[in-house]
């Protein structure tokens, strides 16, 4: 599948411009703004909620996607459709009624998916692969960008991969497969192998001088 999302992480961007650093990305090639919100209680770190999204709304075109990294899940989902969010994904661990959410968040108007964690098992996934529109997986353990990638996620996007294709083939609708953390220039061609269709990628992209340059090289990665 020549179909590859790029989705920049802003948590790696400078706060301090933060407008700009959306902006700049996108004008070098992005396709996705990857928004992470963390509550220093699901996950060790704090960062932004949605009255960020909603002033970053504005000043793209691109689809915002929402990675909750927060516990609980269901009250803070309305918000972030009314902030602009296109996508919100959700941990598992972090719902008590995981079909509940999945529907809560389609009825908001928005792309819903689940995020699976290193050690989370993709059979979350048996009952209610009809309302997943997305499945993300960490390749670190979230709460901070710069960790390396934990090679144990390429047999799961395989298997992820085979889920997503059998349902699929059986009518099912189109699911994208995200994988975030760890992702660099030089191992993206082999994620994408795995079966990888759309690519977080924070510090390698944000610690770069030249943001089109590192996308342009990712391509030529997925292009292979
Ligand atoms: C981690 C976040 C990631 C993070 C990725 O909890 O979900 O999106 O920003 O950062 P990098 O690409 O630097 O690993
Ligand atoms: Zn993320």
Known sequence: AADFRIAPSILSANFAKLG??????????????????????????????????EA??????????????????????PDFAKAGA???TFHPEAS???????SLIREHG???GLVFNPATPLSY????????????????NPGFGGQKFIPATLD????????????????????????DGGVKVDNIAEIARAGADTFVAGSAIYNTPDYAATIAAMRAELAQ
Not at 164 to 172: L, Q
Request: charged share 25%; glycine share 4%; with cysteine.
């Open 86 to 88: 296109n996508l919100i």
């Open 20 to 53: 700009e650093e959306v902006q700049a990305v996108i004008a070098a090639g992005a396709d996705i703004i990857h928004f992470d919100v963390m509550d220093n209680h699901y996950v060790p770190n704090l960062t932004i909620g949605p009255m960020v999204c």
């Open 110 to 112: 928005c792309k819903a």
């Open 156 to 179: 799961k996007l395989r298997e992820a991969r085979r889920r997503i294709d059998a349902h699929r083939e059986a009518g099912g609708q189109e699911i994208w497969l995200e994988i």
């Open 56 to 77: 970053i709304r504005p000043l793209t075109q691109a689809p915002i996607d929402v990675h909750l990294m927060v516990k609980p899940v269901d009250r803070i989902v």
């Open 96 to 102: 008590d009624h995981i079909d509940r959410t999945l």
């Open 125 to 140: 996934l048996d009952y209610v692969m009809d309302k997943v529109d997305m499945i993300l997986l960490m390749s670190v």
